[in-house]
């Protein structure tokens, strides 16, 4: 069964359409990546997702539930879910200890000794165990992501929805964040993440889909969607890509 199922997803705001019937599938420990020009609705699908938007029509089911009923409690679906950010949205006040184990103690109640240890475990393998005590502002962005990263990773999440992770970054701390999730997919987490990273999406994606004005207008494997495009879109897109370096 699907981890995620999106069917007829619409969403307008102010009566313009963003989401125009998106249909999307995601199968345990596949990674999809949401490729398209800027505004073509990536992010608001993801928002959708993770119950931060209210849908207009269609339904979104997580594991089989239907969770865009308006009935379903949001922070239980959301529980479910990771969700990382451009912006790293780490809490300045708090050190990456406290950060990566607030939800786990606040939201699932787990003990204080527990939620740490767990959380030293997963900086360990991310290489920011000595970094526990630091607040976010000694770390370079790239370490700031991958904390953000793991703060979604303490939840335990059955699905993580990665946004542009990598767009806020220098060029030389992209590779640390995408390093990172080449080892969640080996890990065989299931994520569905929006970027411009070309040759990532090419690369770690187990199916491509290229969005244009809030429809999937081509989906499939990454060697048949960059190589062989059947849709005059997805080809003009491409080719402003290739001629901006970038893929
Ligand atoms: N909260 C909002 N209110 C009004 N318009 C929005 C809102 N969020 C997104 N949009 C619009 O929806 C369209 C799709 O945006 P977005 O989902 O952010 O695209 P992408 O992530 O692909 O760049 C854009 O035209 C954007 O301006
Ligand atoms: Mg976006």
Partial sequence: MAVLTCQGVRKEFGGRVVLDGLDLTVDEHQVVALIGA???GKSTLLRCVNLLEELDDGTITLDGEEISDPRVDPDRVRRR?????QSYNLFPH?????NVTLAPRRVHRRARADAE??????????????????YPDRLSGGQQ??????RALANSPRLMLLDEVTSALDPELVGEVLAMIR?????????????????????VADQVCFLDAGRVVEAGPPARVFGEPTQPRTRQFLRRIIEAGRL
């Avoid at 080892?183 to 090419?202: I, N």
């Fill in 94 to 98: 708090l050190s990456v200890l406290e």
């Fill in 117 to 134: 240890a767990q959380a030293r475990e997963l900086l360990a393998r991310v290489g920011l165990a000595d970094r526990a005590d630091a």
């Fill in 145 to 150: 992501q991958r904390v953000a990263i793991v």
């Fill in 183 to 203: 080892d969640l997919k080996a890990d065989g987490m299931t994520m569905v993440l929006a970027t411009h990273e070309m040759g990532f999406a090419r690369e």
């Fill in 38 to 40: 800027s505004g073509s």
């Fill in 81 to 85: 879910i990771g969700m990382v950010f």
